[in-house]
Each structure stands twice: as C-alpha cells, then as structure tokens.
C-alpha cells in the first residue's frame, strides 16, 4: 500500500477525535487566565470599537457586502471579485475543505505543528490528513506566521500546482521580521485574513479571503470560487432560523424586514409611560409575531 491509499484509507477509517479544549470562556465563566490572541493585553482598537458603537442596530447591512468588498479590493489592489467573506477563519476551513473535497478529492496537507482546525476540517470532509511533504494532497494549508509557534514559513516552490491557503490571521502580531511571501507568491493561493486578531476583539468572528488569480494557477479556480462564493449567500439567511428581536421600538428611522430569518419574534420591552406600539406595528409589517414582555413566558418552536 503506497502512501497516499493509506493515508486516503484513513479518511473512511479515522481515529476517533480527541477532546478539543478551548482555552477560553466555557461553563464555569471566563478564564482565569486567558492566553488568547485575540485577547490584546491593551483592549480592542479604539477607531473600531468607536466605530462599532456608532452601528444603526435598527438597520440590515448590505447582503451583498459591496463597499467592504470594494475597500478590501482597492487595500489589497485586486478585483473585487476575489474577495470572499466568511462568518470566521474556522468557517472558511470547514467550507474550503469542503469544496475541495468535491472538486479534487484527495488528502489535505498541514504543516507538523498547524492550527486544529485544518485536521478536524479535512476529517469532517472525509479526507485523509498529511504532514505537509509526506505525500502528495490536492488542498494545502501554510501558516505564515505559523500557529503555535509563530514561525514564518516559505512559500512552496510550487504554489499555482494544487489548492493552497496561507493562513495570514497572525500576520499583524508579528513583532519582528517579515514575510517571505513576495506579490507573485500570493497571487497563487487563497489568502485568509482575520481582522480580529490585530484590533483585539475577541467577539468578532468575521473573516476574509484574497483568492488567487486564475492566470496564476494551473487548476481551475473559477470553479473552485463560484462554489466558495455560493455559501456567502448562507451567511445572510439560515432556512430554518428563528430571530428574536427584543426592543421598545424607540430608534430611529422604519428598519426594514428581517430576510435572515424563517421566523421572527419580536419581544416588545416599551414600558414607557405612554406606549409608541411600534414593534407591535413592525411585527404586523413583517408577518412576525408580537410578544409583550410582560407577558413573555418562553415562546416555544
């Protein structure tokens, strides 16, 4: 048995996944201690955090994400339609890995010492895993910084040959030294960037993708974007979830219909001394249900 066909027999055969500790909040509250690296020592940024408290939470963003897609576009000079949004780095693991898996089965390489979620990932698609130069793998992964270690790694001397990601979420904590990656290195692969880790904000899982050039790969990466591109529309609207609104009513301007959600319920809080009966007024507008909060005792599926 050859390399490969062992190490693809794994895939159907894997060892059962040990115990995944988190290292963060879990049941019993926050960490005593909590190493994170989003957890930034001297809080979050503060032009971000300003920013963020200054959101219209009564107003849905732009499903289609075209003014980030086209900032993003214009900060890293590329078309905007290489730009891909995920719900968080880990997301875009699964969801990569997942498309690979359908577009060029194979194994999937890591690095020896790597980030979990690239094993875990590959395992749920199905795929064997691969210490990266062990045998060939039709998806790769290379942290640059590297996760835990914080090592640069060099670009493969092949980089437009297979699928591959540079995981650069570390890249902003680097305190010395700089990337090996030239312009050319990075046209070839899918870029992962997540934004969290240099503002120092825990709670924001979103992240993004710079995919590759397709004149600078020798697979087909249209096929493998229009089939990452189709789960955007699955980070805007689950078909089986429920949104639940609690508010007075009192903000500013009509927000428009939740397209998110399967259902709404709207928790109506307006305790004032003379009730406004807006969210009474959107429930009926958005075919949602109306729930005063003083009457509210665990709305059921």
């Known amino acids: 048995m050859d390399r490969l066909t062992q190490a693809q027999s794994l895939a159907f055969n894997p060892e059962p996944a040990p ?169 070839a692969v899918f870029v992962l960037h997540g934004p969290n880790k240099a503002l120092g904000l825990c709670g924001l899982r979103g992240a993004y993708v710079v995919a590759p050039d397709a004149e600078a790969v020798d697979w087909d990466a249209a096929a493998w974007m229009q089939a990452l591109a189709a789960a955007e529309p699955v980070l805007q609207r689950h078909p089986g979830a429920w949104l639940w609104l609690l508010s007075d009513g009192r903000c500013p301007g009509e927000p428009p219909a939740p397209r998110a959600a399967a259902q709404v319920v709207i928790v109506d809080h307006d305790d004032g001394p003379v009730s406004i009966g807006r969210c009474a007024a959107w429930a009926e507008a958005w075919g949602a249900r109306w729930v005063p909060a003083n009457r509210f005792d665990g709305e059921r599926r």
């Open 19 to 187: 115990a995944r500790v988190h290292g963060g909040p879990g049941r019993d509250g926050a960490a005593a201690w909590d190493f994170s690296t989003c957890a930034n020592a001297a809080g979050p940024c503060p032009q971000v955090l300003d920013a963020l408290q200054r959101v219209d939470p009564c107003a849905y963003p732009d499903p289609g994400y075209h003014a980030l897609r086209e900032r993003l576009a214009d900060w890293h000079r590329v078309p905007a339609g290489r730009i891909l949004f995920a719900a968080s780095a880990s997301e875009f693991i699964q969801r990569v890995s997942a498309v690979g898996a359908r577009l060029m089965p194979g194994a999937v390489a890591v690095p020896r010492h790597a980030y979990g979620d690239y094993t875990t990932a590959a395992r749920a698609a199905g795929r064997a895993v691969l210490v990266a130069g062990a045998g060939p793998a039709t998806l790769r992964w290379v942290g640059e910084p590297s996760s835990p270690r914080g090592q640069d790694a060099a670009p493969p001397p092949d980089p437009q040959r297979v699928p591959t990601v540079l995981d650069g979420v570390y890249a902003p904590l680097r305190l010395q030294g700089a990337s090996r990656w030239n312009w050319a290195d990075r046209q």
